[in-house]
C-alpha cells in the first residue's frame, strides 16, 4: 500500500509462510543454500488468511481474470507512486500476489506493473496476466 517499501522477495516470503502453513523459510540466492525456517503462524490463523484470500479472489475485482475450476488465494494491489513529494493518482504500481491450489499450493507468483498502460488497477491488469501465467503452468 501507499508509504509501506517491501521488495518483491520480501512479498513473496510473506505470501510463502502463510502458502507453507505458517512456516517461514527464508529465501535462499544460491543452490545448496541451507534456509532458516521457523513457525511463526498457527493453523487457525493460516486457516482463516487462506479463507480470505479465496473469498477475495471469489468474489473481488479479479473474479473476471480467475480460471474456472482453479482455487486460488490471492490479493491485488494499486498503489500511487511518489514523485516529488507528492503522490500522482494516474502514476502506479499495480500488483497481484497469489499461490495454487488454494489449499495445496504448488506455485506462487507476484506480477508487479509499474505504470501500466491500459488501467491503474491490479485487478484490470496484473491480476489478468497472473492468471494467464497460472494457466500456462497447468498445461
Request: charged share 15%.
Amino acid at each position: 500500500g501507499q508509504g509501506i517499501a517491501v521488495t518483491p522477495i520480501q512479498m513473496i516470503t510473506a505470501i510463502n509462510t502463510i502458502a507453507n502453513n505458517g512456516k517461514y523459510i527464508s529465501p535462499t540466492l544460491v543452490e545448496g543454500g541451507t534456509p532458516v525456517t521457523r513457525d511463526v503462524l498457527g493453523p487457525e490463523a493460516i486457516s482463516q488468511i487462506v479463507q480470505i484470500m479465496v473469498t477475495a479472489i471469489d468474489t473481488g475485482e479479479s473474479k473476471w481474470a480467475k480460471l474456472v475450476g482453479l482455487s486460488v488465494a490471492g490479493k491485488t494491489g494499486t498503489a500511487q507512486i511518489p514523485i516529488e513529494g507528492h503522490y500522482d493518482p494516474q502514476k502506479t504500481i499495480a500488483s497481484f500476489i497469489g499461490f495454487f491450489p488454494a489449499q495445496n499450493p504448488r506455485y506462487t507468483m507476484l506480477v508487479s506493473l509499474r505504470e501500466p498502460q491500459t488501467s491503474q488497477w491490479g485487478s484490470e491488469t496484473a491480476a489478468p496476466l497472473w492468471f494467464g501465467i497460472a494457466k500456462q503452468l497447468l498445461l
